[in-house]
């Protein structure tokens, strides 16, 4: 199950960074940088490329996560809300980005749903769902409560096998509360309209199952209708917070065992507080999570949009650092970095109203939103996901642990889309070792970490996220606002002249099986493709035989030709500065940088004592003459690759160009 989860993760590449530890970290986008005027524009129409059918559906959770696992996610909604009992759906994404009108599953059961929750509970390798249910089949006279539908092999349950005891919930989270690597789940608890307090809940994972009630609550009481888990405190250990209709907002902390307190560390200075909907991010410090919440009034309040930020730490009780302009029934609220520079900008919605996207000013958000929706709809929530995979992005990090015993990392991107593998002390990590959710960049451990564990995280993120609302307006459908950054696909042609050569490609392939990338060389020109190990492409009979497989960036090949011929390699650029790891002995090495270079500048990484030459296909070389390094290659060129032959292990990493 486990590698099957890893090659459906891996298929959209059709790489395999398993064996790849150490290389391929960011590939950049070039055209998104090209200017601050272009970085400044929002990516977004007015109004959504595709609407669902309305049939009368309360929309309310939304989750975007993969179900059926076939690398594309899809869109799970909850309907009813406080009005109507109806189904949780799902429209399944059709490989393309794009979503049937009517969704392709529906739950047999009904319920007033609220908010959900996605991630795999019961670590099977399928995306599970939890719904909070507000109210009970009775109406606002009879409290609802929290159920699962658990994934079987792509389809969820079509009845949730998970139903806890009685309780108003509107949403839910899960997290990992007590830091052993599964999922828990938090839910808010109270019924505002009628003033109905309830103590917050967490029902911990027990072997993939939840008991009926809770194990964990608050000590006091409150009108939450939000929920979710951080580390605020920056302990290593996710906290729960809870946003609230009447009572203080509050944020209940693990401590340095990952219990979660029963009492609140911090309460929000405003004591009446009329929030909807709570979103967590590195707003203004890397450190501490800011939280937003959107006001909602209602019942009461201003209507604003509130930022809490935590500079140096949590505090007994803060008021808000920043707030929006009056704007009235808030809801949905998502921080993402719409404009791809580095910071959070800030998206919101309300009922009755558009969609608004703020970007980041100072240490809060414009006053003057620089886009606002053509829409005006009942919005609940609002999330982000990569839905047509247009633009995504390797990444690697690699963390230098400091603190003892810690459960949660975070990963340096708001949102991402996938995590392809968790390496710690050069081990890949089982499945089954940690844990995270759709949406949230944390990652939490099974077995603590401490003080000298070097973990390395190879994860995906998007440049062209795509928004998708829910709306609980029976007469109008969900929206999807497709992100309109140009994925820019780069090529190189490679020239083969007869003889011997070396190459090497700054354009990753988007199909990576060697028989794929020379396809357009397999003929009577081509004697044989060799790699550094000595495994060949050649033609065995009648038949060319692969035995090198999928093409690495970081490697060069060496091309034994007949005639003169080319071929192109079609894909997206590798960041120049990736890391090329060498080793004590002979191997081919790619060319990352875009243009010709000083070969002397250009390895001027390996210059040293562990290297012995760096050779071209022409058999010029870098060597040492005496006390001197010589220059005989002149200049490097894109498509190129080099002979390098090193005394002892060292890291290749060509200068920075000016790219942008
Ligand atoms: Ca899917
Ligand atoms: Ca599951
Ligand atoms: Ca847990
Ligand atoms: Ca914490």
């Known amino acids: 199950m486990i590698n099957n989860i890893y090659d459906i993760l891996y298929k959209k590449n059709k790489k395999n960074p398993m064996k790849k530890t150490l290389t391929l970290s960011v590939i950049f986008y070039f055209v998104l940088f090209t200017s601050s005027l272009i970085s400044q524009e929002i990516p977004f129409n007015t109004s959504p490329d595709w609407e669902s059918n309305a049939n009368g559906s309360i929309s309310t959770g939304l989750g975007l996560a993969d179900i059926n696992n076939d690398g594309w996610k899809d869109i799970i909604v909850a309907d009813g809300n406080d009005i109507h009992r109806q189904h949780l759906v799902v429209y399944y994404n059709?490989?393309?980005?794009?979503?049937?009108?009517?969704?392709?599953?529906?739950?047999?059961?009904?319920?007033?749903?609220?908010h959900l929750s996605c991630g795999d509970i019961d670590k099977d390798g399928w995306i599970d769902v939890a719904v909070s249910v507000y109210l009970?089949?009775?109406?606002?006279?009879?409290?609802?409560?929290?159920?699962?539908?658990?994934?079987?092999?792509?389809?969820?349950?079509?009845?949730?096998?998970?139903?806890?005891?009685?309780f108003y919930t509107f949403s839910c989270a899960l997290g990992d509360a007590d830091?052993?690597?599964?999922?828990?789940?938090?839910?808010?608890?109270?019924?505002?309209?009628?003033?109905?307090?309830?103590?917050?809940?967490?029902?911990?994972n027990n072997a993939g199952v939840?008991?009926?009630?809770?194990?964990?609550?608050?000590?006091?009481?409150?009108?939450?209708?939000?929920?979710?888990?951080?580390?605020?405190?920056?302990?290593?250990?996710?906290?729960?917070?809870?946003?609230?209709?009447?009572?203080?907002?509050?944020?209940?902390?693990?401590?340095?065992?990952?219990?979660?307190s029963n009492v609140p560390a911090w309460q929000s200075a405003e004591n009446l507080n009329f929030i909807n909907s709570i979103d967590i991010g590195f707003v203004n410090s890397l450190t501490y999570p800011s939280l937003i919440m959107t006001g909602n009034s209602q019942l009461g309040g201003e209507g604003k949009v509130r930022l809490y930020d935590f500079l140096s730490g949590i505090p007994s009780t803060s008021s808000a650092s920043w707030q929006s302009q009056n704007f009235g029934y808030g809801s949905g609220v998502l921080l993402a970095d719409v404009t791809n520079n580095g910071v959070l900008d800030l998206i919101y919605g309300g009922w009755w109203l558009?969609?608004?996207?703020?970007?980041?000013?100072?240490?809060?958000?414009?006053?003057?939103?620089?886009?606002?929706?053509?829409?005006?709809?009942?919005?609940?929530?609002?999330?982000?996901?990569?839905?047509?995979?247009?633009?995504i992005i390797n990444k690697q990090e690699v963390f230098q642990i400091e603190q003892e015993n810690i459960s949660v990392i975070y990963l340096e991107k708001q949102i991402i889309e996938n995590i392809v593998s968790v390496i710690k002390n050069g081990i890949s990590l089982n499945y089954n070792e940690f844990t995270s959710v759709s949406n949230r960049n944390w990652i939490s451990f099974n077995e603590n970490l401490n003080s000298g564990d070097e973990v390395i995280v190879n994860y995906e993120f998007s440049n062209d996220g795509d928004i998708v609302i829910t709306n609980w307006d029976s007469g109008k459908g969900n929206y999807i606002f497709y992100n309109t950054n140009e994925s820019t696909i780069d090529t190189i042609t490679i020239n083969?002249?007869?003889?011997?050569?070396?190459?090497?490609?700054?354009?990753?392939?988007?199909?990576?099986?060697?028989?794929?990338?020379?396809?357009?060389?397999?003929?009577?020109?081509?004697?044989?493709?060799?790699?550094?190990?000595?495994?060949?492409l050649r033609k065995i009979g009648p038949n060319w035989v692969n035995n090198i497989g999928d093409w690495k960036i970081d490697e060069g090949y060496l091309i034994k030709m007949f005639e003169n011929n080319s071929f192109e390699i079609v894909g997206i650029a590798v960041d120049p500065s990736t890391i090329i790891p060498v080793f004590a002995g002979f191997q081919f090495v790619s060319y990352f940088?875009?243009?010709?270079?000083?070969?002397?500048?250009?390895?001027?990484?390996?210059?040293?004592?562990?290297?012995?030459?760096?050779?071209?296909?022409?058999?010029?070389?870098?060597?040492?003459?005496?006390?001197?390094?010589?220059?005989?290659?002149?200049?490097?060129?894109?498509?190129?690759?080099?002979?390098?032959?090193?005394?002892?292990?060292?890291?290749?990493?060509?200068?920075?160009?000016?790219?942008?």
């Open 94 to 114: 059709q490989g393309d980005g794009t979503f049937p009108l009517d969704p392709d599953w529906e739950s047999s059961d009904i319920d007033y749903h609220g």
């Open 136 to 166: 009970g089949e009775g109406g606002f006279s009879d409290p609802g409560y929290v159920k699962v539908y658990y994934n079987n092999n792509g389809t969820l349950e079509s009845i949730p096998s998970f139903q806890s005891e009685q």
């Open 179 to 204: 830091g052993d690597g599964d999922l828990d789940l938090a839910t808010t608890a109270g019924e505002p309209y009628n003033s109905i307090f309830d103590y917050g809940k967490i029902f911990y």
């Open 210 to 260: 939840f008991n009926n009630s809770d194990q964990w609550n608050s000590s006091i009481t409150m009108g939450s209708l939000d929920v979710d888990f951080a580390d605020m405190d920056a302990n290593g250990f996710l906290d729960v917070i809870f946003s609230c209709e009447e009572t203080p907002n509050y944020i209940y902390l693990a401590d340095d065992e990952g219990n979660i």
């Open 354 to 391: 558009p969609m608004k996207i703020a970007l980041k000013e100072g240490t809060g958000f414009q006053m003057n939103p620089s886009y606002t929706s053509s829409t005006n709809s009942v919005v609940e929530a609002i999330l982000m996901a990569d839905l047509d995979k247009e633009i």
């Open 496 to 536: 083969l002249e007869t003889g011997f050569q070396f190459v090497s490609s700054r354009i990753i392939p988007e199909n990576p099986d060697l028989m794929i990338v020379l396809e357009d060389v397999l003929n009577e020109n081509l004697d044989f493709v060799r790699n550094s190990e000595g495994a060949m």
């Open 593 to 660: 940088p875009e243009n010709s270079l000083n070969a002397l500048i250009a390895f001027s990484s390996l210059i040293g004592d562990s290297l012995d030459f760096i050779r071209n296909s022409k058999g010029e070389m870098i060597r040492k003459i005496g006390p001197n390094w010589v220059n005989g290659i002149g200049n490097t060129n894109p498509g190129e690759g080099y002979l390098i032959k090193m005394f002892s292990d060292g890291e290749l990493i060509y200068p920075a160009e000016k790219k942008y």
